[in-house]
């Protein structure tokens, strides 16, 4: 048994830091916070009532009328907004093309990093993101960054969103990547970066369970 930390760990897009976050949860018999899936909430709430990631005021009327939770169904973590379970509709590619801009947000991401700050506060929690090591818990005991070559990276997610997004080619995916990359790094509000007393983890040639493993030995090491 390890004692009751904070698990924190950012990475780029299609890394695998969501499955293997989850993994690592489920091996300390943690909770799990998918900050993404938080933001893709927010940007499907949005879109569906017709609010672009410019129109600020409009924004900012209705952020308060939005609720996120986290359920299990049949034993799976899914994502509830308003009580409405959008687990599926959240990782669909027309929700990942949009979800940057609306997640650059200054607006938006103070009353996420509220709402994820909160959810934080008992620790015995891995949560994985963007700017949770930098931003959201800075005083994380361990804190981890995921990395991997590009290439890898959209070979990943096509393989994952293709059965639902017929449609989508390794191209589009691959454009989607370097763009959300882009977006990411540069944004002037929490931008994704290495925090200082980070564990930087490639998994270019690492599978889910080898990243699982590489962490949670790490995490055993240092606090068992």
């Known amino acids: 048994m390890i004692k ?51 129109e600020i005021e409009k924004i900012r009327e209705e ?28 990782r669909r590619e027309n929700i990942s093309k949009v979800v940057s801009k609306y997640s650059s947000i200054p607006l938006i991401r103070k009353h996420l990093v509220s709402l994820q700050k909160e959810l934080g506060k008992r620790k015995q929690i891995v949560v994985e993101g963007r700017d949770i090591t930098t931003v959201v818990f800075p005083d994380a005991e361990i804190k981890i960054f995921m990395t991997a070559e590009i290439e890898t990276r959209a070979k990943r997610r096509f393989e994952d969103i293709k059965f639902n997004n017929p449609d989508v ?5 691959l454009l989607n990547l370097k763009e959300r990359d882009d977006k990411d790094t540069s944004r002037s509000d929490s931008p994704l970066r290495i925090a200082e007393g980070s564990e930087i983890i490639d998994t270019t040639h690492l599978e889910i369970d080898e990243q699982v493993k590489k962490i949670t030995d790490l995490i055993e090491k240092r606090f068992s």
């Open 169 to 173: 080619t390794f191209s589009d995916v």
């Open 4 to 54: 009751d930390i904070i698990i924190a760990i950012d990475g780029h897009s299609g890394c695998g830091k969501s499955t293997t976050s989850k993994l690592v949860a489920e091996h300390f018999k943690y909770n799990y916070l998918d900050s993404g899936a938080m933001y893709r909430s927010v940007a499907l709430y949005l879109l569906r009532k017709n609010i672009n990631y410019l």
């Open 63 to 90: 952020i308060n009328n939005i609720k996120i939770e986290f359920k299990y169904v049949d034993g799976i973590q899914n994502t509830f907004l308003n009580d409405e379970n959008v687990e599926d509709e959240i």
